[in-house]
Structure formats: C-alpha cells, structure tokens
C-alpha cells in the first residue's frame, strides 16, 4: 500500500507474518526468508509504481543503512518512471499536434479546392444568364435561383459532417429532387419516387444545378404554375446507368416550343455529356 518501509530481523516473527492470503505465510518451496526488508516506490503524485523486496536466510542482515540506501534508489526509480511518463504522454501530445497541423493543412486545400470550383460554376452561370436575359430583373432573378440551387446542394453534401473533409458521402438523389422542388411545389403537388442513389459530392452540385431548371421552369410555366398541378419524379438504375423520368401533370396546355433553346436546355445538355458522361 505504500504506507512505508518494512524491515525485519526475522519476518517469521514478525505478528503481522502469516496474515497474508492466500499463503498465510511462505508457500511451498519458498526460499527460506528471514531477514526482510521492502522499500515501495512511489510516484510524486502519491501513486504506488511498485516495491523493492529483499530476503535473506540469516536473520538481523539488514540494518539502517541498508534502508536508507534502498529509500534513495526507490525514490530514484520513481522520479525515473515519473519522468518516463511525461516524456510518453509529451510524445503522444506533439504527435497529437502533428496529426491536427496535418488535418488543418488538409482542410485549407481541400476548402480552397472546392471554393474555386464554386467560384467557377458561379461565373459561368452569371456569364449565360446575362447573355440570355431580357432585363435586369429577369437576370437577378435567374442568378439568384440558380445560386440557391447551389447552396441547396452544398448543404446536402455537408449535412451531418462536422468537417468537411469527412463530407465524401455525397447526397441522395431523392435529397437533391425534394430540394429543387421545396421552393414551389407544396408535399401534394410532389411524388418522388426511387431507390436509394447517391450522387458523389464531385457531381451533386451538377445535379442540383439540372434539377433547378426543370423546377423552376414548371413553377413559370408548366405544372406548378397552377394550383391543380403536380410534378412525378421517378428513376430507376439499371445496368449501371440511371434513368430519370420527370413528368407533369395538369398543367396549362402546351404550346408551340420555343424558336431556339433556352439556357437551361443548354446547361442540361452540356452538362449531363460533359460532366456527368
């Protein structure tokens, strides 16, 4: 227990001697112990690291000094294994340290990597929507949109991370449909339908992207322009490739088609060939 020294001219005289399960004194074979003398090592913090034990068979072998000689080398032990520990948990902290720089570092190349590449899907929507655009006010609603589709995305990508190095799960493809559709379309007006697909966190601003335009066009125009009307999505994989079915229904009649495609046709287009393959 650490309580202090022990020395003994003769340990089988001793009162506190066969006291101790589960011998109750020397087991069988034992060395034959008189003399006794044990000395515990103890930490700085009160902690018992271990003992020093020493047994002779002639009685009265260990005197005064003998004890304070073991006293000095126990305590020398101690403040070695003390300081042992430090110098472990000293090692495991700057290796610790080392391992947060190191995520750190990665987490700035990682963040600048993606933040380039928003920067540059939001030049080329500002680029074809001013080109496309009849007023100022049809080209601020247009921008605003497709950027909200975008930060739509990037939320669904980064829900549940804490870190965005760790967001490498992508999203659900019925995640990104709902999301295109929660701005016009109420839960009647929307079935969304199909197995579970995840988009890879490379594409899903792409997808997000392809999605806002027929959402939004359906909201102007088509189905949900009208109270009556509801959007089908529907998808099914087969063969490693993904069929995507979006149908509306009681809409307005439709007209004559357009003298030329729209940005939207183009960005869908352009899109699903180039980037998605």
Avoid at 194 to 208: K, Y
Avoid at 225 to 252: C, D, H, I, Y
Wanted: charge should be positive; include cysteine.
């Amino acid at each position: 227990r650490g309580t202090g020294v022990i020395r003994s001219d003769d340990i089988t005289q001793d009162p506190r001697y066969g006291r101790n399960p589960p011998y109750n004194g020397m087991p069988k074979g034992h060395l034959p112990v008189r003399s006794y003398l044990a000395v515990p090592v103890t930490s700085r913090s009160g902690e018992v690291l271990g003992g020093l034990f020493f047994g002779h068979a002639t009685p009265a072998k260990f005197t005064s000094y003998h004890e304070q000689l073991l006293v000095g080398i126990a305590a020398q032990a101690a403040v070695s294994i003390d300081n042992a520990r430090l110098y472990e948990r000293a090692q495991k902290e700057i290796d610790h340290r080392k391992k947060l720089e190191e995520t750190r570092r990665l987490l700035i190349r990682e963040l600048n990597h993606r933040v380039k590449n928003v920067f540059a899907i939001v030049a080329a929507i500002v680029a074809t929507s001013a080109t496309r655009a009849v007023s100022p006010m049809e080209f601020s609603e247009k921008l605003q949109g497709r950027i909200q589709a975008l930060a739509r995305a990037h939320e669904l990508i980064y829900a549940g991370h804490g870190d965005p190095i760790e967001a490498e799960s992508g999203a659900q493809l019925r995640d990104l449909v709902r999301a295109a559709l929660a701005p016009h379309a109420s839960d009647r007006q929307r079935i969304v339908e199909g197995s579970d697909f995840e988009v890879r966190p490379s594409t899903v601003t792409c997808v997000a992207l392809l999605l806002h335009e027929p959402a939004t066009n359906a909201a102007k125009y088509g189905a949900l322009s009208t109270p009556e009307g509801k959007v089908v999505v529907t998808w099914s994989v087969r063969n490693q490739r993904l069929a995507l079915s979006w149908t509306e229904l009681g809409g307005p009649a439709i007209g004559a088609p357009p003298p030329r495609a729209g940005f939207g046709t183009q960005l869908i287009e352009l899109s699903v060939t180039g980037n998605l393959g």
